[in-house]
């Protein structure tokens, strides 16, 4: 397997590099049931997160991710850094680049920002959300989530995806993964939150009925996120809730089919699911919180920094 | 002064067919075409063997951004590197810092121009400012000089103001030309919205976006009797709408970029900012049926819509890069290499579409190369290649998807009169 120094995407990921991230997590979970969670893997190594975006999970799972394979992590606090006072993305790279870091964690608001800082660092850089784009570490640690669930072969199980597909990049990765590893999926939202052309044939439903008639294994709800709507893409939440969130209703199929349910939070309670959710026996939320960080650890354990190959551990 | 273009082939508007014979120019004037000139005494002789002779192209749509903004391009730079490709002579697009709103900032640009080698022109803009609310000074533009109004970049959003701007051209027997785009629509997007703005996460510019505006302007045109010239058009769909009004009857022109013919949103890869711009490319059905629009002559015009950008402002992420690419140095070479190298059309498509047309719109004479006519042509090697690099190209800016690649064909000679431009 060629090294790679990046992680911007699910679409460049081969499936060797897919089942290398995925079966090597499962020995990095194990470490977690252990009173030293630690391991000296990464010892010595510079894992600094870069985060334009607010987010208290993601970060807080590369961290402890890093800090497990025993890295020394730092954050960039963007918002008392220079760039509130009009920095650029590729200064404060540069800045980076100065620090020797080896590995950068990005989170930004605009589509392709990792990609461009790769470009113009040494250091591994791993895309932690940007944009609409990608997720990739979502994707990865839902399926190995999936993968857990479904005891190894998630060959030909049904994900349905509901609510804001059009502007969530968690979707994108996700779905994307699902269908590599040959999962069916379908997609259920108001029609102003479906974008208007897939790339792959997907079935997309109007209502719940559709989705009941279709079983699905599992359901994927999708944060409503109303920060994003310039223009309001649907009348009002109490309708969204009623109309397309897993209400205690919908709980109740679930429950007697036996659904499991993903999400990949914040949740919005009230909104994409109510508050019995979080109580459901088949609800993975916090598995997937847990596999996060051993999926990352994978991930930092596979990519190696473009400075310092030759004495990767 | 006399000089003898020998062994050339003659490129013309009415033919794709190519006519073997030597040009004699003497005071800037074509003196004699022939086959077989003999060179006199003291006339210089400019091998032309093997390659083709076609009159200097005209560019209707080019961005010198002058004044205001010339760390991208001023008239000169822009000037120099219309000549780099064979372009000797083009029109200004308004959407300077200032805007060219008023006569004074068209004589400022007008003396600037000057300077310069080719004969350049300018258009004003439609509103103040650019601004779609209030009408410019379009009569005393005109009077300034300026050939064309259009507040491109922008459309006139509001159709109250748009009429009356078309009503009062008229008086002034002024071309508009529009910038077809509904704002609402475009939003905040950077490329066309479909599969690919999808996978990258990117927000979309709808068809309709351009779709809903050409045909609104153009029946605005229709009502008023106005003359509207339809910039950039990038839609199937929007140039089907533009063939069926002239069919109508409707003073309506249009033009399309060749980067509109080549690429399309599916060259967008690893967010390379070479590939955005506005109106952006769509999709390659597009590609193929706006092809055939050029061919079947839909198409009035090839403008390049020539947009210079600095590499700082390139290098940013996709949304927040500028849109527009440069397009006056690669415009025929890029043609020549895609197209007319595999017999998809003639010259005669180049002639009419990039040196005729344009120059007859803003009521110039086209510059066939006959007896009789101004020595204005260009001789290109369609055996040779052109590689862009920075050191090649003259403006001053580079965002260009060609940068750094070879294409078919070289522009080696362009003649204006007495003076040889360029030699290669």
Not at chain 1, 139 to 150: A, I
């Amino acid at each position: 397997m060629t090294p790679r120094k990046d992680l911007l995407d699910i679409q460049s990921l081969t499936d060797e590099e897919l089942e290398f991230i995925l079966s090597n997590a499962v020995p990095f979970k194990n470490l977690f049931k252990r009173s030293v969670k630690k391991v000296p893997t990464l010892k010595g190594r510079t894992v600094l997160t870069l985060f334009y975006e607010p987010s208290t999970r993601t970060r807080s799972s590369f961290e402890i991710a890093a800090s497990r394979l025993s890295a020394d992590v730092t954050n960039f606090s963007v918002s008392t850094s220079s760039v509130v006072k009009g920095e650029s993305v590729l200064d404060t790279v540069a800045t980076l680049e100065a620090m020797r870091t080896d590995y950068v964690v990005v989170r930004h608001s605009m589509s392709g920002i990792p990609n461009l800082i790769a470009k113009h660092t040494n250091a591994s850089v791993i895309n932690a959300g940007d944009g609409f784009h990608a997720h990739p570490t979502q994707g990865l640690l839902d399926v190995f989530t999936m993968r857990e669930v479904f005891g190894g072969d998630v060959r030909g199980a049904r994900v349905a995806f509901i609510g804001d597909i059009q502007h969530s990049r968690v979707a994108r990765s996700t779905n994307l993964l699902c269908r590599r590893m040959g999962m069916q999926t379908a997609m259920l939202a108001p029609g102003s939150l479906i974008p208007r052309e897939l790339p792959q044939e997907i079935a997309v439903f109007q209502d719940w009925k559709e989705l009941y008639a279709w079983k699905p294994d599992v359901i994927y709800l999708l944060r409503v996120q109303t920060e994003r709507q310039n223009v309001p893409f649907f009348p009002s939440i109490g309708e969204y809730h009623r109309l397309f969130g897993l209400t205690d209703e919908r709980l109740k199929w679930a429950r007697d089919n036996g659904i499991w349910v993903m999400h990949p939070g914040p949740v919005n309670r009230g909104v994409e699911l109510t508050d019995s959710v979080m109580e459901y026996e088949r609800s993975l939320i916090d598995q997937q919180v847990e596999n996060g960080i051993a999926v990352r650890m994978s991930v930092l354990y596979w990519l190696k920094p473009g400075s310092s190959t030759e004495d990767k551990p | 002064m006399k000089r003898l273009f020998k062994g050339g082939e003659i490129a013309t508007e009415d033919s794709p067919k190519l006519t073997r014979v030597d040009v004699l120019v003497e005071d800037g004037k074509i003196v004699q075409v022939a086959p077989g000139i003999a060179a006199g005494e003291g006339t210089e002789v400019v091998d032309c063997t093997g390659k083709v002779i076609l009159p200097a192209l005209f560019d209707v749509h080019v961005h010198a951004r002058e004044p205001g903004q010339e760390q991208k391009e001023n008239i000169l730079t822009c000037s120099e590197a219309a000549i780099n490709g064979g372009v000797v002579g083009f029109v200004m697009m308004p959407n300077t810092a200032p805007a060219i709103d008023t006569a004074g900032v068209v004589k400022t640009v007008l003396e600037s121009a000057r300077k310069c080698r080719i004969p350049l022109y300018t258009s004003g803009a439609i509103t103040k400012g650019r601004e779609g609310k209030e009408l410019a000074a379009i009569g005393a533009m005109k009077a300034a000089g300026a050939v064309m109004i259009t507040d491109d970049g922008y459309p006139v959003s509001n159709p109250v103001v748009l009429r009356r701007a078309m009503e009062y051209a008229k008086n002034f027997d002024l071309i508009l030309a529009s910038h077809c785009e509904t704002m609402e629509l475009s939003g905040k997007g950077s490329m066309h919205e479909g599969k690919v703005s999808y996978s990258l996460g990117l927000e979309g510019i709808p068809a309709i976006s351009e779709e809903i505006c050409l045909d609104r302007d153009i029946r605005i045109a229709q009502y008023t009797g106005a003359h509207v010239h339809i910039q950039h058009v990038t839609t199937a769909r929007g140039m089907n709408t533009i063939r069926r009004f002239k069919e109508e009857g409707v003073k309506v022109t249009c033009e399309i970029a060749p980067h509109h013919l080549i690429f399309n949103h599916e060259d967008i890869r690893d967010y390379d900012t070479s590939y955005k711009m506005n109106p952006p490319l769509r999709t390659p059905e597009d590609n193929t049926l706006l092809l055939q629009g050029l061919i079947d002559g839909v198409f009035d015009v090839i403008a390049t819509d020539h947009a210079p950008h600095t590499e700082f402002e390139k290098k940013n992420d996709f949304q927040s890069a500028p849109f527009g690419i440069t397009g006056l140095e690669t415009a025929l070479p890029c043609l020549y290499d895609r197209f007319m190298s595999k017999g998809v059309f003639g010259w005669d498509v180049i002639v009419k579409r990039y040196s005729a047309e344009p120059r007859r719109i803003i009521k110039l004479p086209p510059v066939p190369v006959v007896e009789g006519g101004v020595a204005e042509f260009i001789v290109f090697d369609p055996n040779g290649s052109t590689t862009f690099t920075k050191e090649f190209m003259k403006s001053k800016s580079s965002n260009t998807p060609f940068l750094n690649q070879t294409l078919k064909g070289s522009v080696d000679v362009v003649v204006l009169k007495d003076e040889v431009l360029l030699n290669r």
